[in-house]
């Protein structure tokens, strides 16, 4: 989430304004002019967490969610090709200390297709996926949507590959 929950519910876009109210009703404090994910990293680095900026090869990285959108997914890799896009040097994608990627799946997928041999721009929290996403969970403003966009209430069980169903956010 690129943009602060507060310009999310100004957005005159119904979907953004969408996914500002599930942020608030997340905890999110809607008068914040910082992006969620922006507050996790802040959060993490208080907590100790080593953050750091760096770059790893495209094909050294792992997605973590089984949904990519094609459509998206090609058309940014058309645009890389056209020389109008480039997803290795846009805002960095956000990974795990094991390589899982928690933000950026469809940069990453664009460039795993236009050119694999290409290294992206990432922020590296020094921590394994699982336990990256058990501690996003808990973050104010964090919440859970499917491939439409819509939310998973937050009591549903989340399987993060440990067991039956029965993690919850």
Known sequence: MDKSVKALLASKDPAEVKKGKAAVEAGAD???????M???????????VKVEKK????????ATQKEIKAGKTF???HHYYKGEF???????IIV????????????????LVAD????????QVDMPMK???????????????????NVIPKDKPLNLGDGPEKTKR
């Not at 770059?55 to 792992?62: E, F, H, N, S, T």
């Open 38 to 48: 922006t507050h996790l990293l802040d959060d993490l680095k208080k907590e100790g």
């Open 131 to 149: 336990e990256f996403l058990r501690r996003s969970f808990k973050q104010p403003g964090v919440y859970r949507a499917d491939l439409q966009d």
């Open 96 to 111: 795990s200390s094991d390589n899982h990627i928690l933000d950026g799946h469809h940069r990453w997928a664009s460039l």
């Open 116 to 123: 694999p041999s290409r290294k992206m721009k990432v922020i």
């Open 55 to 62: 770059a790893i090869p495209v094909g050294q990285l792992k």
């Open 30 to 36: 809607p008068k914040d002019d910082r992006p969620v």
């Open 75 to 77: 058309g940014m890799a």
């Open 86 to 92: 480039d997803p290795a040097e846009e805002v960095e």
